[in-house]
């Protein structure tokens, strides 16, 4: 008798849920891998499994529609869109990756100091901050970029130059609140350097939230890289990349040559709905909520 009901306690005892299962309670978020796993695959494999040359012409096939002999089509200069969207696949995650690098590790830089410090240094840190939020991220990142000089790297450089007030904004809120908990005053009484402690029990504890905004920041550096280029200020042609392919490709739309821009229209969309998702299941994962119960 006393065993049942040991076993019927047992049952009834919440079970730790590991990261992998909260993760894939959210069907969305499944999806949402399904996509990054699939784009990261293709520009990893584009020089592999791509069947033309990105930049190779061929005028006696240009504007042909999908078929088999090209599956995506061709655009105006005979280019296979196929082999152009792979390989374009490896130039949008490499900005994007780089993009949010640069903006993650000065916002981190700069929120952690402000939030740690406080007083007059944090006050010019972020009020320098709320003036470049003031401005339209497109339009601050069009200005960077024409500043720096067009290119790809200048494109890198100005995406993640615009996403900085972002992170310093989550670094400052979490730094302020962490300041004045007691293992950090407990951390000054036993004489720890300033470093010390940032860099053992202030970052530490902000990971969480800074990994959920770098992931969803993917998307948005994307993105915006994808509008620079269209716009003509990111990576320049003939370059494969989806913004600048459906720059080119939008003037061929009305006269029906839909399949130019369309493909490159849903490798973006999916790759940024990919990392949006995933963000999302991230957020479940770190949400100490979710971690009882299977």
């Not at 860099?199 to 994808?226: D, E, W, Y």
Request: glycine share 10%.
């Amino acid at each position: 008798m006393k065993k049942k009901k040991q076993i019927e306690g047992e049952q009834l005892a919440p079970r730790h849920a590991s990261g992998w299962q909260i993760f894939c309670r959210n069907k969305l978020a499944v999806v949402g891998l399904c996509f990054i796993l699939f784009w990261v695959a293709m520009a990893l494999l584009a020089p592999v499994i791509s069947p033309y040359e990105p930049n190779a012409l061929d005028y006696s096939v240009s504007q042909q529609p999908p078929s088999l002999q090209h599956l995506l089509g061709t655009d105006q200069y005979g280019r296979d869109i196929l082999t152009r969207v792979l390989y374009g696949a490896r130039i949008s995650m490499w900005c994007g990756v780089i993009s949010v690098g640069i903006s993650l590790i000065i916002g981190t830089v700069l929120g952690g100091i402000a939030g740690y410090y406080g007083g007059v240094v944090s006050i010019i840190i972020m009020r320098v901050m709320d003036a470049m939020c003031a401005f339209p991220s497109l339009v601050l990142a069009i200005v960077i970029a024409a500043a720096i000089g067009k290119g790809t790297v200048s494109a890198m450089l100005a995406v993640g130059i615009v996403s900085i007030p972002d992170y310093a904004r989550l670094m400052f809120a979490e730094t302020s609140s962490i300041r004045g908990r007691p293992y950090i005053e407990a951390g000054v009484a036993i004489g720890l350097k300033n470093s010390q402690l940032i860099f053992r029990h202030v970052l530490p504890n902000c990971m969480s939230q800074l990994l959920v905004k770098a992931t969803l920041g993917l998307g948005f550096a994307i993105l915006t890289v994808s509008s620079l280029s269209f716009l003509g200020m990111g990576v320049q042609p003939p370059t494969a990349e989806w913004g600048n392919m459906i720059s080119d490709a939008r003037s061929y739309i009305i006269s029906g040559q839909w399949w130019m821009a369309t493909f490159p229209g849903l490798a973006i969309m999916t790759s940024i709905l990919g990392f949006n998702l995933v963000g999302d299941g991230v957020r479940d994962i770190l949400d100490p909520r979710n971690r009882t119960g299977v």
